[in-house]
């Protein structure tokens, strides 16, 4: 894939910036255990990630640090009938994307995700205009051979459960919490194109989402938007979303971070 001719292409209508030069200073590590963090039953999130008819991304950057074990990154999901989604890496290492679609569970993967080096940076792409597809991943620069495909329709049931980063959510933790580094997470009220996805890429030094992507970005998660104690509360002000670590220590606010 020749990525250079896009390079220089913004292709958002109402783009209020994203300059190349800007970054995240911090990331947060999570150890596997019982960190994590919540947003709550956020009503502005459900509004346009749960329902029918239903066209939304995820925007991420993340690196692993532990194999092969079941890993939630982004979810509403408590692991029971009260499920609505959960974006994780899976004990053989796909990517998965598994939703509760009219009160069933369907899951789709795309295989291979065994870095423990460098930064995942991607976007999950769901668009219930997309017959026969519905979901798209785009990382570390483009569009990802999906391995496993289910049958979702578009629809994404809606549950209590609280918006987790980086596990899910049940009361006092799981054998799923993530274990790694969040350097960012975003929700777009739009499927984006592999134009847009390569533009906040930007050859591995992701833009500002909420710069680039406007109104259209309904939560951003940046580490420098909170203070250095646990715990942690970042907080989005534009969407006036906060989220609140659990069990979290100083130390794990950290440098790590794909600039």
Same mark, same amino acid.
């Given at each position: 894939?020749?990525? $250079? !001719?896009l390079r220089y292409i913004n292709p958002i209508s109402g783009n209020r910036g994203g300059s190349a030069a800007f970054s995240i200073a911090k990331s947060f590590y999570l150890d596997g255990v019982d960190e994590e963090f919540s947003l709550g039953n956020e009503a502005s999130l459900n509004s346009f990630m749960v329902g029918t008819n239903l066209q939304f991304t995820i925007?991420?950057?993340?690196?692993r640090s532990e194999l092969a074990r079941l890993q939630g990154i982004f979810s509403k999901d408590d692991v029971s009938l009260n499920r609505s989604f959960w974006m994780r890496f899976q004990t053989t290492n796909a990517f998965e994307f598994i939703c509760n679609d009219t009160f069933s569970n369907k899951t789709d993967k795309w295989a291979g995700f065994t870095?423990?080096?460098?930064?995942?940076?991607?976007?999950?792409?769901?668009?219930?205009?997309?017959?026969?597809?519905i979901t798209k991943l785009y990382c570390n620069g483009?569009?990802?051979?999906?391995?496993?495909?289910?049958?979702?329709?578009g629809n994404i049931?809606?549950? $209590?459960?609280?918006y987790i980063i980086g596990g899910d959510d049940i009361v006092g933790g799981s054998?799923?919490?993530?274990?790694?580094?969040?350097?960012?997470?975003?929700?777009?009220?739009?499927?984006?194109t592999e134009a847009q996805y390569l533009s906040w890429y930007n050859n591995g030094k992701p833009k500002d989402a909420q710069a680039l992507f406007g109104s259209n970005?309904?939560?951003?998660?940046? !580490?420098?938007?909170?203070?250095?104690?646990?715990?942690?509360?970042?907080?989005?002000?534009?969407?006036?979303?906060?989220?609140?670590s659990v069990n979290m220590e100083d130390a794990d606010k950290t440098t790590i971070t794909p600039y």
């Open positions: 894939m020749l990525l $250079s !001719p925007l991420f950057a993340v690196k870095n423990t080096t460098d930064f995942y940076i991607g976007a999950l792409v769901y668009d219930y205009t997309d017959a026969g597809v483009s569009l990802v051979t999906k391995t496993s495909q289910a049958l979702i329709n049931n809606s549950t $209590s459960s609280d054998t799923f919490n993530y274990n790694g580094y969040i350097n960012q997470i975003a929700t777009l009220n739009i499927p984006i970005c309904k939560y951003f998660f940046n !580490p420098d938007n909170s203070g250095d104690t646990a715990q942690f509360t970042v907080t989005d002000s534009v969407n006036s979303i906060t989220a609140t």
